[in-house]
C-alpha cells in the first residue's frame, strides 16, 4: 500500500534480487501477525508514529495478555488498553500493566512528554462526564499532548464556564463533552476560535436516549469550528485532538 | 360542569321552579353552539376570562367567517385566528380583521392595555425563529400582557445574549424559542430565576429532524425552571407565559 | 456576573483601593467552592432564595458527604438530594439526613412553611406513577408550598378524576404525572385555569417506548396552559411549580 | 380454499363426472378475474356478503373505469372507491359514479338499509379530523349501519363530550377519530362498555409526526375494549365496525 | 355520571329528602375506595358485568393483598391479577390465590361457564408467544367465553394454518398473536371473515425492535376486519374479544 | 487491481520493458475515464460480464449524454438508466434510447437473449408495487435471464397466491416486491426452497412510514432462504437475482 | 399443499379406495407431529433436503430434548440448535449432542461432506464480530458447504482485506458481518462479482443503536450484488448462502 | 468578553477618565448593529481573523441585502452567503455579488491567497453529491486554502480511491463527504493519517433516511481520526478544515 515500499519492491525486480511472483506475494503479505482472534499490525507505529491502542471491549483477558505480548515482542513502548473492565484487567497476564479504574484504561509503557503544538483543553457539563473525560485525557496525553481538564462547568451555571474564559481562549484544541442536552458544545464552539471536538456522553434519564438527545444537539451547532464523535467516545476524541495538535506544514 | 351552576339548579329544583327533568337536560345541555362542522364555545371567556382563539390550520374561509360571525354576536369582543395563511386571511368575510403576516395570526377586536404582573420576554436563537416568536408575542400581547422581543441571541454568539443580561433578570415569564440545537434555552434557564418556557422550532436542516433535535435539548436541560410546548407552538408558550403573568393568590 | 457586584468592584478601583488586574481576577473568580470532582456553588441561595439541590444519580456516597458538608459550613439550612438510591443514602456519613424511600430524596434541614400564593395539585394517572410525583412533591414541599396529592385518577375511570373537580378548580399550579399514554394531562389541561406542568413517566411497557408515547401525546396537548418536562422529571416539575407559586409583581 | 366446494369437487371425482387432473386444475384455478394490472375477486360478495371496495390510491383512471366496470357485468350491487381524488373521479367513465368530496370516496349503487344489531358513532377530537371520520361513516352506511356523527367533541373541552354520554352509552361500536395527542380514544374508552377502535389522524404539527403521537397515546390506552387501526384508516375502521355490529351467533 | 342515579338524586331534591348541597356532595362522591395507593372501584362489576382485574406490575404483594381483600369484603366473585410475578404471586396473603404461570396471572374465584355467542380463537405464530396467548386466553375464559388455542402456526409453514382453516373460519372473534414480522395477522385477516386482533409480542431479536416490527405489520395490514392492541397486551386482546364475543342488540 | 495483470506488469519490470516509475503510475492509473463530473469505468464489462447501468437520479440530461456517449464510443453493447424521469429521458440525445415509462428505465441496445439457470418469478403484493417491480424485471431481462411476472398476490387474498404455487415453486430466484405490511416476502419463504429476495416498497400510508414497515417485517421473516434489499430497489434485486440465476462452478 | 400428494389422493378418490370425506381430512391433515408446545414437521428433510433446525432461544431443556428426540425416532440424521445458551445444552438430555460455545449451537448428527458448487467466504470487521460468523459458518458447513473464515478485515486496516483479494474473488457466496458502522459490506460488494449478503451485528456502542447504523449502512450499500439479513442472524445468512451455493439449472 | 479590552476599560476607570457607571455600559454594550431582524457583529474578523458568512437559508432578498450593505460599510473585504437560493440571489441589490450555482454560494469581494499550512482535500462518493462538495470547497477557498477535489470515488469502486493514495496520503485535512451507506469516510479514515471531516448527504433513498444512514455509519467509524458535522453540512466542514490548516503554536 505505501508508495515507496511499492516502489522499492518494484526496484528490486528490476535489479533481479526478486521474482515477479514474491514480488506479488511480498505486495500481497499480511503486514501483521495473525492470532487467529485478531490481525495484529506491526507496521502502524512506523507509519503513523504513534502507540498502539486496543479496543479491550469484547476481548478476554487471554487475548488481550496474547496481543500486547505480540507487541512488547516487537518493541512497541507504549500500549493502551481502552474500554477494560476492572475484572478482565486483574486477569490479564503482564506486570507492567497500570490500570486507570474511571478511564477504564489499562496503560502499558511510559507516557511521553508532551510534543504538541500547544494545549488540549478537555472540558466536561457535569460530575458523571468525569470517565468519559478521562478516557480522552489520558488517550491525548499517551499520545503526546499536555491536557487542561476544565470539569463541571455546565450551562445550567454559565459563570462557571465563562469563568475559566481564558484557559478556553489559550486551547489549540478543546474536546467538549458532555450528556443531557449536550449545550456546552455548542456555548464552547461560540467562545473558542479553535477546533471542538463534541464527544456526546450517555449521561442523562428520560428523552436523553442514551446520549441521543446530546449527539443531536452538537450536530446542530450554530457555532463555527464543531465537529462530533460518537456517544462516549473519548477515545476518538483525544486522539483526533492529538492529530491536530501536531498537524505540522 | 361547574360547581356554582349546579348548585343553583338543584336550589332550583328545591324551590320547584325546575324539574327534576329539566335539570338533568339542563345539566347535560350543550354550553356551546353547534356550527355541524365546530362546536362553539361561549361560556369560555366568563369561565377562563381570556379572548378566543381559532385555530385556523385546516379550516376554510367559510368556516372561519362562520365561527368569527357567531362569536362576534355572542359579543365576544377579541377574537384571535391562529395559523392563518394569507390566503385564506383575504377570503375571510369579517371587514374588522387586521392580519399579521410573519405571526400569521388575523385578530378581531382591540388588543387589551397590559394586566399583568410583569412583562414577558419573547428571546429567539435566530433570525429565522421569527415566525414563531410573532405568534408567542402577539398571543401573548392579545391576552393583556407587556412584551419585551429580544431576536437572534443565540448562543454561537453568547456576548449578544450577555448584552442583554439586564433584561432576562428582570422578566417574570421568559418565552426562548430557538431551532438547531436549541441551546438558548438551557442558558436562559441557567441565567434566569423566572419560568421559563422553551419552544423549540422546525428551523434547521439535516439531523434537526424538523426540531426534534432542539426539543430533546430542551427536555433535557440541566437548568431549573424550563419546561418545553410542541415544536413551533408559538401560541402555547404565550398563552401558558400569561396565565403565569396573571398568577395571583 | 451580577450587575451591582460588577458596579461595586468598578467604584472600588476608581477609589484606588483595588488594582485593575485585581479587579479583572475578581470578575473572573469562582463564585463556587472547587471540590475537584464537583463546583459547589455558594451564592446560590442568595442569588435565587432556594435551598440547595444535589442530583445524586452517579455519585458515591463519598462525594455526597463532601459536598453536603461544604455546604453546611457554609450554612445552607436545606439540602435535597435527588435520585439517591437505599444503598448510597446508607454509606452518606451525614448524621442529619432523613430518606424518603418512594421519593428517592434524602434531606438534611427542616422542610419550611408553606410561603407561596396557593396550594400546588400533584396528580398520577396510576399507583406505579408515585416514586415521579413523590419526587415533585417533596420538592415543592422543601421549596416552601403547600402541596395536595391526588393520585391514581387516570381518565381510563374519568368519574374519579371528576369527583376532585373542586381541587382541581382551586390549584395555583397542577403538576400532572402520568405514564402509558399520558391522557391525563390533556384532559386536566381543558378542566383547570391554572398552569399545567405534566410530567410523562417511564410506567409502561410495549409501544409505550419508556415514556416517549406519554411525552409526544403531552407535547400534543390541544389543551391551552400545557407545558412538559423531561420522562420522570419529579424534580424539574416540583422546582418549577414552586416558582410560579411564588410569583410576585 | 373452501370447504364445501373442495368437498363438492372431491364427490364429483368419486362419480366420475371429474378427472383428477380437471379436479386439481380447478382447486388451483384463479377465482378472480385478471386485469393484467389487478386481480379482480367476483367470489367476495358471496364469501363475505359485502359490497367490493376498491382502494383508489395510485390507480388511474383508466384502470378504476376497468375494474369497475368488471364488477358491475358480473352483477356487483355496490362499489366504493375509496381515497380518490377528485381529478381521478372526474375521469371515471362510469356514469352512475357518485362522488363525495370530504370523505373522498366514489359510489356505485345503491347505499343499503341498516342491517346491523345497533349503532356505531364516529367521533372526532376536531373539525380536521372530519375527512378521516367519513371515510369511516360512509363506508360503515354502505355495509348496513346506522351511524351516529359526533364531531368536534376533544377532551380540551370535555364538557362537549360529556354531555352526548347518552349517545355513546348506546353505541354498539365507537369509532373514536383524533389527531395531536390522542387522548379521545382512552376518554372514550373509560367512559364506554362497548368495542371502541382508535383511528388516530395525521392531523397536527411539530410532535405529532404525522400521526404518530395520537397512535402511540391510543395503544397505550389504559381503557380496556380498545384496539386501534393504521393512522387516517378511516374505511379500515368502519368496515371493523360494521363486522361487529354483524356479530350473531 | 350515571343518568339513572342523576335522575334519582334530583327527584330526591325535590321531593324534599335531600338537601341541595348534600346532593351535589352526592353527585361528586368518590364511588370508589381510596386504599391511598390505589381507588378500588366497586361499582364497576355492576356497570360493566364483569369481574375485576388488578393490573400486578409494580405492585408490592402487600397492596394486591389489600386491594383483593377489599373486594372481596365488598362481594367481588372473581378476580384477576395480571403481569403478577412468581415472586410475589407468592406472598400475596390471600389462600384462594391460584397461580398461572406461563400466563403469569393470579386468580381468585371460579372460572364462569361461556356465555358468549361463539368461540374465540386465540392463535400464535411461534412457541415463544405463549406467555401473551395464555394471558389472553384465561382473560377471555374468565370472561365467560370458549377459547380454542391455535399454537405454532406461523406463516413460515402456512401449512400449519392452511390445516386448520375450519376452526379459523367458525371463530367469532379471532386473537392472532405474533412476534418478528407478525405476518400471521394479515393471512389471518385473509383468511377469516370475523374480527381479528392482533397482538404484536416482543419475541424476536435484532430489528424487531422488542415488538415493533410486529406492530407495524399488523397497523398496515391491507386484510380488512383486523385491528391491533400494544405489544405484549395479551390481557387487552382477551377483554376485547369477550366484549365482541358477548353483542347483542 | 486484477491479480494477472499486477503479474504482468511485474513480469515486464523484470524484463526490463518497463521501468518501474512507470510500474508504479501503470498500477495507480485510472482505469476510467474521467468527465470531471463522473469517473465512467471501462474496464467493467471484461471484468464482470454484465452491461452498464447509469444511476439516472440526480443527472442531467448533459451528464447522462456524455456518459452514455463515452460507454458507446468504446463499444459497450447494452446501456441501462435507471431512475430517469421521463422529462430528463425527451433531453437525452441519444436517438437510440427507449424509454420504459412504468419501470422508469432507458435502454440503448438489445436485451439479450436469457443465458441463467432457471426462471426469475417476480412477485408483487400490489398493483401499486408495479413501477418498482418493472425496474427488477427490466434490469433482470436486460442481464440476460428469463423473467415471469405474478403481480398482484398479495396475502389479504392469500388464494390468489396458492393458485400459482407451481410457478412459485419452479423458479430460480424470487424477487418478492411489497409495500404495507411486507407480508408476501413471509409467506413466499415459507412456500418456496429457492432465495427470496425481499423488496420492501414506500407504497403505503400512516404507519408505513415510506417502506420502513415492509423493510423491518421482510428484516425479520422467520422463513429461511430471505434476504433484503433497500426499499424501492428493484435494480438491486434484479441484479442480484441475474448473479444467482448465472452461478456457476 | 404438494402438488403430487393431491394428485395422489385424487387419483384414489376416483379408484374408489378414498372417499371424499377422507380425502378432505388427508388434505388438510397436519404433516407435523403436534408436541403441545411446537408442531414438529417431519416432511421437511424430503421437501427441501436440509437438516432439520431447531431455533433454540426461549425454549426449555426439555422442550429441546422433546423435539429432538421426536426428530431422531423419524429418523432424522442431523439436527442443529441455534441460539442455545451454555446452561441450557448442559441440561439437554441427548447423548450425542456436541456444543459449539462460539456459535452457541448444538450438533446431533454427522456434519456431511461438501456438496456445493464452490466455497462460501465468512468475512467478519472485526474480533467481536466472531459468535454471529461462527453460527453463519456451522450453519453452511452443516448444509453441505466448503466455508473460509476470513476475520478482523475491517476498513479501519483496508490492506488487511486487499491482501486477500485472491480469496475473495474466488468466492461462490461471501458472508459478510461487520458491527458499528458496517462499511465492510460495501467494499467487499464492490471488490467481488459473487453474491454478497451482509449480516449487521449488534456490535458496538454509542450511535451504533445495536446493529441499526450497520444494518442501514449494508442497506444503502452502492455496490451491486449485496443483499441483508436480520441484525445477528448467522444462521439466515448461512443458510441462504447454502442455497445458492447449491443452485443447479 | 475579551480579556485585554476589559483590562484597557479597567485601567481607563483608575485613571479617571471613564466612570464606573459608563464602563458598566461599556462592558455590557452590543459590539454588534442591530438591524431588527438581525445582529450583525463587525468585531468578528478582528476577533477571528476570518470572513463574514450569512447563513442565506430562509432570509428575504432585502434583509440579506441590508446584512452586506451594513459589512461594506464597516470595511468588511470578503463576505459569503450560503444556501442562496438562484431565485434569492437575483433579487440581492449588492452590484458586486458573483454567484456559484452548484454550491448555492454568493461571493462578494475577493478569495484570498491560499495561506494554509498544506492542501485540503475535498472527496465525494458520488457525482450528486457535489453541491455539499464545493460548498465546503468555496468555503475553505474563501478562508485562504488550497482545495484539491477528489469526486466520485466512492467504495462501490474501490480502485477509483485507491488510485489517488498519493493524493490523500499528502493531505493536511480531508473533508469526506458521502450519502447513502457513507463507507467512503471509513476507508479514507483507515488510508489517512491527517484529521477526517465526514459530512453525511441527504442523497440516497429508501433506508437512507434523508442522510441518517451516512450519518450514523460516520460516527460509528473505527478509524480513528474521524469526526462528523452535520448532514449536508459543507459549510461547517470547510469552515472546521481551514481552522485546522491554520493551527500554529
Same mark, same amino acid.
Not at 211 to 225: D, E, F, I
Given at each position: 500500500?505505501?508508495? &515507496?515500499?511499492? %516502489? #522499492?519492491i518494484l526496484e528490486k525486480i528490476k535489479a533481479g534480487t526478486l521474482s515477479p511472483e514474491d514480488a506479488l506475494s511480498k505486495l500481497c503479505t499480511e503486514p501483521f501477525e495473525d492470532l487467529e482472534f485478531a490481525k495484529v499490525d506491526h507496521h502502524r507505529e512506523l507509519r503513523q508514529g504513534?502507540?498502539? @491502542?486496543?479496543?479491550? $471491549?469484547?476481548?478476554t483477558a487471554e487475548q488481550i495478555t496474547g496481543i +500486547?505480548? =505480540?507487541?512488547?515482542?516487537?518493541?512497541?513502548? %507504549?500500549?493502551?488498553?481502552?474500554r477494560l473492565t476492572p475484572e478482565i484487567a486483574k486477569q490479564v497476564q503482564i506486570p507492567a500493566l497500570r490500570y486507570e479504574p474511571i478511564a477504564k484504561i489499562?496503560?502499558?509503557?511510559?507516557i511521553p512528554k508532551p510534543s504538541g503544538i500547544g494545549k488540549i483543553v478537555v472540558a466536561t457539563g457535569g460530575t458523571s462526564d468525569m470517565p468519559v473525560a478521562e478516557e480522552a485525557a489520558l488517550t491525548a496525553e499517551a499520545l503526546g499532548n499536555e491536557v487542561v481538564r476544565l470539569?463541571?462547568?455546565?450551562? !445550567?451555571g454559565i459563570h462557571r464556564l465563562l469563568s475559566k474564559l481564558d484557559v478556553i481562549m489559550n486551547a489549540q484544541v478543546i474536546i467538549s463533552i458532555a450528556g443531557m442536552e449536550g449545550a456546552l458544545t455548542s456555548v464552547m464552539g461560540g467562545l !473558542?476560535?479553535?477546533?471542538?471536538?463534541? +464527544?456526546?456522553?450517555s449521561v442523562g434519564y428520560g428523552a436523553s436516549f442514551g446520549g441521543v !438527545?446530546?449527539?443531536?444537539?452538537?450536530? #446542530?451547532?450554530? =457555532?463555527?469550528? @464543531? $465537529? +462530533?464523535? *460518537?456517544?462516549? #467516545?473519548?477515545?476518538? !476524541?483525544?486522539? %483526533? =485532538? $492529538?492529530?491536530? *495538535?501536531? &498537524?505540522?506544514?
Amino acid at each position: 500500500m505505501n508508495k &515507496q515500499e511499492t %516502489l #522499492n519492491i518494484l526496484e528490486k525486480i528490476k535489479a533481479g534480487t526478486l521474482s515477479p511472483e514474491d514480488a506479488l506475494s511480498k505486495l500481497c503479505t499480511e503486514p501483521f501477525e495473525d492470532l487467529e482472534f485478531a490481525k495484529v499490525d506491526h507496521h502502524r507505529e512506523l507509519r503513523q508514529g504513534i502507540p498502539e @491502542v486496543i479496543y479491550g $471491549s469484547g476481548k478476554t483477558a487471554e487475548q488481550i495478555t496474547g496481543i +500486547v505480548t =505480540a507487541m512488547l515482542k516487537k518493541g512497541q513502548r %507504549l500500549i493502551l488498553i481502552t474500554r477494560l473492565t476492572p475484572e478482565i484487567a486483574k486477569q490479564v497476564q503482564i506486570p507492567a500493566l497500570r490500570y486507570e479504574p474511571i478511564a477504564k484504561i489499562g496503560i502499558v509503557g511510559e507516557i511521553p512528554k508532551p510534543s504538541g503544538i500547544g494545549k488540549i483543553v478537555v472540558a466536561t457539563g457535569g460530575t458523571s462526564d468525569m470517565p468519559v473525560a478521562e478516557e480522552a485525557a489520558l488517550t491525548a496525553e499517551a499520545l503526546g499532548n499536555e491536557v487542561v481538564r476544565l470539569y463541571d462547568v455546565g450551562v !445550567a451555571g454559565i459563570h462557571r464556564l465563562l469563568s475559566k474564559l481564558d484557559v478556553i481562549m489559550n486551547a489549540q484544541v478543546i474536546i467538549s463533552i458532555a450528556g443531557m442536552e449536550g449545550a456546552l458544545t455548542s456555548v464552547m464552539g461560540g467562545l !473558542a476560535d479553535c477546533p471542538v471536538i463534541g +464527544v456526546p456522553t450517555s449521561v442523562g434519564y428520560g428523552a436523553s436516549f442514551g446520549g441521543v !438527545a446530546a449527539l443531536l444537539s452538537m450536530l #446542530n451547532s450554530c =457555532a463555527s469550528g @464543531v $465537529s +462530533v464523535v *460518537n456517544i462516549d #467516545n473519548g477515545f476518538g !476524541a483525544g486522539y %483526533l =485532538a $492529538s492529530i491536530i *495538535n501536531h &498537524q505540522r506544514g
